[in-house]
């Protein structure tokens, strides 16, 4: 939970609606003070472990499984979690760092239900091992090949959802379901996230303002005294873009389809110093000034989408991406790649773009449409019935999964 992207985003979202379907107690290895006191607001017991399990990369790692390894042996000794797994009519689990390590703890007659929502990054795919700018070729080829203790540990980790009949498996798109069935050989069924229409209102809040004016100061690489000085960009005079400066996520990517727009870009995603500095270097070379922010509150986040020319994103393989709804809910264009989840929500022309990677004539005509007042007027009531249409609620997905649970019971 720590690492506080979309999957965390989502389950955070999505918590106070099952609340009111399940009586629930949530455990997870690790966890902010800010996301403890959020979900016991709501009702709801924590349980997490006085020692915090932490998250250890590196090519030891990789090669030994050892973040698994430390993982399962975190979930072995939190007696709180055991005794909490004897307690639950059922379990639901999702996916993430450490997470698969859990099911081995849990009675295969227990109902148990898995979130899937991408396979570990770097086991099936090249693109997590290069370097955020596309470096590194070299990598992939000899890190799968020392992955095999690891891959076979995690791809163990999910034979027993294809062959226990109390245990079921929804991904979080049906791209993810693809992959689920591509990898590990099982079918699943689809369980969308969603968008709290009161946390991304069509209307800024009172705060936004002032949000947005001292938005600026938090960028990350960027000493104190340099942020109070320079203020933040004018309102449509950027793109926006959330996600980890990686590959993965097309960092470097997105400056290559924005040169030429006239438009800068605001990333809010952590990055190492050198990865921030190396980013803003790359766009600087091509005319495209970075700010990279992180850490942000609700309010500036969303002052920070609202205010942009658009949101867009060229992330490789993303499983849903949560971007796409929360731009459509604010009526802020979404401009993404035609890949992976984002066909699921974006309707190409009709509530937003999907663009092929590198056709930069046809990113340069959507970056023209999204400044559109017309366009976007049109784009932005047809997001709103793309969300209704799929029903992206968390009322919706809190149904859903009782749905699910309810079969499992069974």
């Given at each position: ?9 989502d389950l ?16 997870c290895?690790?966890l ?8 016991e ?6 349980l997490?472990?006085e020692?915090q399990?932490?998250?250890r ?16 042996a ?7 979690v055991?005794?909490a797994i004897?307690?639950?009519?059922a379990?639901h ?17 227990k109902?148990?239900h898995?979130h ?7 086991i ?9 700018n596309?470096?590194g070729?070299?990598k992939p080829?000899?890190?799968?090949l ?17 062959t226990n ?7 979080n ?10 990898i590990?050989?099982?079918d ?9 229409l009161?946390?991304f ?10 949000a947005?004016?001292s938005?600026?100061?938090e ?7 340099a ?15 959330i996600?980890?400066i990686?590959?993965f ?7 290559d389809h ?7 870009l ?6 190492s110093?050198s ?25 500036t986040?969303?002052a ?18 949560l971007?796409?709804i ?6 802020v264009?979404?401009?993404?790649v035609d890949?992976?989840g ?5 309707v190409?022309?009709v ?6 990677r590198g056709?930069?004539?046809?990113w340069?005509?959507?970056?023209d449409q ?12 047809a997001?709103?019935a793309?969300i209704?249409?799929?029903?992206l609620?968390?009322?919706n997905h ?5 749905a699910?649970?309810d079969?499992?019971?069974?």
């Amino acid at each position: 939970m720590t690492v506080y992207g979309g999957a965390a985003r989502d389950l955070l979202r999505n918590l106070p609606a099952l609340a009111e379907v399940f009586e629930v107690r949530f455990a997870c290895l690790n966890l902010r003070d800010s996301q403890r006191t959020l979900i016991e607001s709501m009702g709801i017991e924590v349980l997490c472990p006085e020692q915090q399990w932490q998250i250890r990369g590196g090519l030891l790692n990789e090669i030994n499984a050892g973040q698994e390894r430390s993982a399962e042996a975190a979930w072995r000794t939190f007696s709180a979690v055991h005794e909490a797994i004897e307690w639950a009519d059922a379990v639901h689990l999702t996916g993430g760092n450490g997470s698969m390590e859990f099911p081995q703890f849990v009675p295969a007659e227990k109902p148990l239900h898995l979130h899937f929502l991408e396979s570990k990054p770097g086991i099936h795919d090249d693109v997590s091992h290069l370097k955020p700018n596309g470096s590194g070729g070299w990598k992939p080829r000899l890190l799968h090949l020392l992955q095999g203790k690891q891959r076979r540990r995690v791809e163990a980790s999910f034979k027993p959802f294809g062959t226990n009949s109390k245990w079921g498996v929804s991904a979080n798109s049906a791209f993810s379901a693809s992959n689920l069935k591509r990898i590990y050989g099982i079918d699943g069924g689809v369980l969308y996230p969603s968008v709290d229409l009161s946390e991304f209102p069509r209307e800024a809040s009172s705060g936004e303002a002032a949000a947005f004016d001292s938005a600026g100061r938090e960028e990350e690489g960027v000493s104190q005294y340099a942020a109070e000085s320079r203020g933040f960009h004018l309102a449509g005079s950027y793109a926006f873009t959330i996600g980890r400066i990686s590959r993965f996520k097309g960092s470097h990517e997105t400056i290559d389809h924005l040169t030429g727009s006239g438009l800068d870009l605001v990333v809010v995603g952590a990055g190492s110093a050198s990865e921030i500095a190396v980013l803003k270097a790359y766009g600087k070379s091509r005319g495209v000034d970075v700010k990279v922010l992180n850490g942000l509150g609700s309010e500036t986040l969303r002052a920070i989408m609202r205010n942009a020319a658009a949101v867009i994103g060229l992330a490789h393989g993303e499983a849903f991406g949560l971007t796409p709804i929360e731009a459509m809910a604010l009526g802020v264009p979404p401009l993404f790649v035609d890949e992976g989840g984002y066909r699921e929500t974006v309707v190409d022309g009709v509530n937003g773009r999907l663009l092929k990677r590198g056709d930069m004539a046809s990113w340069s005509t959507a970056l023209d449409q999204a400044r559109n007042p017309d366009i976007r007027n049109e784009w932005a009531a047809a997001g709103l019935a793309r969300i209704e249409e799929l029903g992206l609620t968390p009322q919706n997905h809190a149904a859903r999964l009782k749905a699910i649970i309810d079969a499992l019971l069974v």
